[in-house]
């Protein structure tokens, strides 16, 4: 099958309703959201989600997300929704945040993994937004990466892992976020983090007086609510071994280990801050933005843990950051990515 890539150019309307074209007649197609591009499909066709897991090779028990463009659309997916959901979307939506609600019946079991629960998003972005209104359906889409490897947030690294497994990408340029949506469960009495993102615990207290994390995000021993979170995830092609500490002690223990990993000669990229990566000077090095920036950070992450995958290196250490605001995300995917391979700094 032949991919196409076709740029998006604002008022370029007609490319957008081929692409619901395609989605209307059971395809799947490729599309940029504000977080990360989604590969995505008719959501309430069983048989369409059936080619998403086959193009991603995605395990069948991870449920897909259902992309709305209105609130008007989720009386397709859901009855009853919950008032914690109905305060997340009036506060946040569209924005980078997913709502787990009950699901109709009409949603298939292929898409929720037989769970009566379904993830309902609308995304922050002119694109998605139209290609789910011409389609007329709400779209599920994962993130249009192979399973297990990092999510794409530009067209050319949904080229690199889909090509000839998809008819279609819509390139809308480079994510704005980075990484992918928060997942709340809005189904108790109290809303559960399942997976960080751009809408922060922070944000979320402003308008709940409590606000949980699922144990299984903080390293406990617990199957997490969210099934994708069990899955190796984000891998590089390289393993990677995360340095976890304050800030000012990352340059010595980047220059220690570089000098321990030469005398092996092993060949080592670096991702990193702006600050850590200029001081080193090391030749094989992906600056990920300034220490202090983490918006930065977040959007240009998944670069950097592609950005080695063709250049035949031993092995990664990548710089982790602090752990509040959008710096939970961060580290959530980091530590996903060294498969828990943490060195404290
Ligand atoms: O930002 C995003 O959310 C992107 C863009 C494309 O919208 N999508 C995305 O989808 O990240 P995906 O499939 O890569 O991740 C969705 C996560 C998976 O970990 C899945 O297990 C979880 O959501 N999930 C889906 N439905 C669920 C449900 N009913 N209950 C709990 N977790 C659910
Ligand atoms: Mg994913």
Known sequence: METKIVKIVENNDEEIKKAAEFIKKGQVVAFPTETVYGLGA?????QAAA???????RPSDNPL???????????????????????IIAAFCPGPITVIVPKRKNV??????????????????????????????PIAAPSANLSGKPSPTTANAVYEDLKGRIPLILDGGLSTFGVESTIVDCTENIPIILRPGAVTKEMLEEIFTEVRIDPALVGKDTVPKAPGMKYRHYAPKAP?????GNAADMLGAFTRELAKYKKMHKKVGVIASHEIVSA???QYAYDYGQQNN?????????????FFDDKNIDLILAEGTIEDGIGLAIMNRLKKASGQTIVSV
């Open 51 to 57: 080619k998403i897991y086959e193009a991603k090779g």
């Open 108 to 137: 298939p079991d292929r898409i929720t993994g037989g769970l009566s629960t379904v993830g309902v998003r609308m995304p922050d972005n002119d694109i998605a937004r139209k290609l789910i209104k011409l389609a007329g359906v």
């Open 280 to 282: 080193l000077g090391h």
């Open 65 to 87: 997300i259902l992309h709305i463009d209105s609130i008007k659309m989720l009386s397709q997916i859901t009855t009853a929704v919950p008032h914690i959901a109905l305060e």
């Open 294 to 306: 983490l918006l930065e950070i977040a959007a240009n992450l998944y670069n950097g843990l592609r």
């Open 240 to 244: 990677l071994i995360l340095f976890k």
């Open 42 to 46: 008719n959501g309430l066709n069983a």
